[in-house]
């Protein structure tokens, strides 16, 4: 039996995919107990990180490693004066310190921050000033020390300050005091309501805001790795993130321990679609999860067969179809897409037991209760746009839900108006029960009295060999209220000229319908972007 069926009870079709399912745990659950030390008495040996680096290093940590470590770790932090309710930031790329720093900040019931190596100067000031962050954790590579405390001296902020693998000056190295500290640890009273993780949010619009999630948010992922991702006990599981992102708690952490998979984890700085297939063939990765961006460059640089591989699965922005197909026919293998915010865990996916639909978001989460609702808060019928909204159960707590916007109980009410959480995303549902993801309500384009997603129009852009990147917008128009703009950052061997724009408008006008037809072409160098790598859509609205 996984360790996950203790803390939920199931109910799957002949099929296996999932109907219903209630969560079920103590007021003191604690992943880093009640999971990872659980496991680790039960099977010792069962792989729990299977990791390897650009440089041919390769270490294999079973669960009763990760309990030592994650031990030795809490009690260097303790010893350092961390203790429940602090808050500590992890910037660790995808370095193994991180399990073991997680998992150690949880057994404390420290919150754990995690924060990607790419943030500025800028960035860590403000995440610093904003969490109160009383320790920092995080690589002695990229640069990433030197701007830590030059944030720290601008902010007049002070904070414990650790690096891995390395002696910086300034900081006290990490993985030095963890083979020296204690792996003996009594268990530090916690609660499942206490907060565990503060992400920030990439901020498409103004500052990140700070998502606070409790400690029941680990047992919300039973179903994204189990029903979504398809993680096998005893399989590998491999999602392609950095540390820094909630991304890595949906694929490389919590939902896959818990239902028995390893993890696999590759530690790169420079993409390379041939180095990911090979590190999924050499370790006899079962399951794989990557944004649509990693499977476009998969498809137009060639898919070598990868015969271990069972499931995948990407999610983050909307797949092209030609892609989606694309892959399929080269591996035998369907694409599923899932759905879901920082606020949340997965919300609506193409589950386990049916059949993917390319471009569809698929159907909702059974730990869910998911409506799709008009401006006045009117349930909408299929075919016609609703915002995703999340009634909460009877008990008025959901399980996977975040519990508050950090120092900003305005905009917590603001999206918790009228007793559901709104989520701001725009979708419709069609006759055969498929959600279609249509964009942010803030980002919806009105033209000629139709209300237009970009990410449709995005797909058929995206499909035109000289398109390497786009976004599509809406812009002041006299006679439409809007006109459907495109811009392009264009593919290498292209090159911007009046003809190009007059096929790629003739090429995706030829296979839209006439009211989201682009009217206007633009093509730039590089797009606005958030440190996620999402494309500001406000600034390419402000410039026009």
């Known amino acids: 039996m996984s360790i996950y069926q203790k803390f939920c009870t199931e109910l799957t079709d002949e099929s296996g995919a999932l109907k219903k399912i209630t969560l079920n745990y103590p007021d003191d659950f604690n992943f880093g107990y009640d999971v990872v030390d659980a496991v680790a008495s039960a099977e010792p040996g069962k792989r729990a990180l299977v990791w390897c680096n ?78 109160g962050a009383k320790a920092i954790v995080c690589t002695s590579q990229n640069g990433v020390p030197e701007r830590v405390k030059t944030a720290l001296e601008q902010c007049k902020a002070k904070a414990k300050l650790w690096c891995v693998q390395a002696d910086v000056p300034g900081f006290e190295n990490l993985t030095k005091a963890v083979e020296l500290a204690g792996d003996e640890l009594e268990r530090v009273k916690t609660l499942v309501t206490d907060p565990m993780m ?21 047992l919300a992922h039973i179903v994204t790795a189990k029903y979504w991702q398809q993680a096998e006990d005893g399989g590998l599981h491999f999602t392609v993130a950095e540390t820094g992102w909630a991304k890595a708690s949906w694929g490389k952490l919590y939902g896959q321990w818990l239902v028995g998979s390893a993890v696999m984890v590759y530690d790169f700085d420079n993409f390379d679609p041939k180095q990911l ?3 999924i063939n050499r370790y006899g990765v079962t399951s794989f999860c990557a944004p649509p961006t990693v499977y476009r460059y998969l498809v137009r640089k060639g898919i070598p067969e990868m015969p271990t591989l069972k499931h995948a699965t990407t999610a983050g922005e909307m797949l092209a179809p030609e892609v989606f197909r694309k892959f399929t026919e080269r591996t035998g293998l369907d694409l599923c897409e899932g759905y879901g915010q920082t606020e949340t865990t997965l919300l609506m996916a193409n589950f386990k037991g049916s059949k993917p639909v390319e471009g569809s978001m698929g159907t909702i989460s059974p730990l869910y209760n998911i409506e799709l609702r008009g401006k006045n808060g009117e349930p909408v019928q299929d075919g016609r746009i609703g915002e995703v ?42 006759e055969n029960g498929l959600y279609w993801f249509h964009g942010r309500f803030d980002d919806i384009i009105k033209t000629g ?36 703009k495109a811009v392009i950052v264009l593919a290498p061997g292209y090159f911007s000229s009046k003809e190009l724009e007059l096929e790629i408008k003739e090429f995706c006008n030829s296979k839209l319908a006439e009211y989201k037809w682009i009217r206007i072409v633009e093509f730039v160098d590089e797009m606005p972007k958030t440190i996620s790598g999402k494309i500001k859509k406000a600034v390419l609205r402000r410039r026009g």
Not at 399 to 406: A, M, N, S
Not at 424 to 429: C, I, M, N, Q, V
């Open 277 to 279: 297939t090979s590190v």
């Open 389 to 430: 909204v999340i009634v909460p159960p009877e008990s008025g707590r959901q399980p996977g839900v975040f519990c508050g916007y950090l120092d900003n109980d305005e905009q917590f009410e603001r999206v918790w108006r009228g007793g559901v959480y709104h989520t701001g995303d725009a979708a419709y549902r069609d």
């Open 198 to 218: 503060l992400y920030f949010t990439s901020g498409t619009t103004g500052y990140p805001k700070g998502v606070i999630h409790d400690n029941s948010y680990p």
């Open 54 to 131: 650009t440089e041919n290093e390769e270490h294999i940590f079973t669960f009763a490693d990760v309990k030592k470590y994650s031990n030795k770790t809490a009690n260097v932090f303790k010893a350092a004066g961390i203790k429940r309710g602090d808050r500590v930031m992890l910037v660790l790329k995808r370095h193994y310190e991180y399990w073991f720093a997680a998992v150690a900040l949880h057994k404390l019931g420290a919150v754990m921050i995690p924060a990607t190596h790419m943030l500025t100067v800028s960035d860590f000031v403000y995440r610093i000033k904003a969490s």
């Open 449 to 484: 009295g139709f209300r237009v997603g970009p990410y449709e129009v995005e797909n058929v852009l995206a499909e035109h060999p000289a398109v390497a990147e786009c976004s599509v917008i809406g812009v002041p128009d006299t006679l439409r209220g809007q006109a459907i």
